[in-house]
């Protein structure tokens, strides 16, 4: 399986993203999906994830409220819906398949991550 993070960028803070993760190799319906971000000099740590059915979501407190997590299994792809965002949100965000968690270590592929940047 092979994932591809894309729609990074540079925004003014207060503005929004989309960030997108096309999988492919396998069925997207079968796998739970997560967003991780790394800022420079930390470590990963967990943004969101979605469960196969979409029934189910989990927020890292930072972002819940203006984060939202969403997939189309037709299309194979999980989107981040960035709003309101921070400065602190700036970071490479990855996308990954694994168990429903916000434990990076939980998680078994990842893909190459995209950059977004919240400066003014």
């Known amino acids: 399986v092979q994932l591809q993070a894309s729609g990074g960028g540079l925004v003014q803070p207060g503005g929004s993203l989309r960030l997108s993760c096309v999988v492919s190799?396998?069925?997207?319906?079968?796998?739970?999906i997560g967003w991780f971000r790394q800022a420079p000099g930390k470590e990963r740590e967990g943004v969101s994830c979605?469960?196969?059915?979409?029934?189910?979501?989990n927020y890292a407190d930072s972002v819940q409220g203006r984060f939202t997590i969403s997939r189309d299994n037709a299309k194979n792809t999980v989107y981040l819906h960035m709003n309101n965002l921070k400065p602190e949100d700036t970071g490479v965000y990855y996308c990954?398949?694994?168990?429903?968690?916000?434990?990076?270590?939980?998680?078994?592929?990842w893909g190459q991550g995209t950059l977004v940047t919240v400066s003014s």
């Open positions: 990954a398949k694994g168990i429903y968690s916000l434990l990076p270590g939980t998680y078994d592929y």
């Open positions: 979605i469960f196969e059915s979409a029934e189910s979501a």
């Open positions: 190799g396998e069925n997207l319906n079968y796998y739970t």
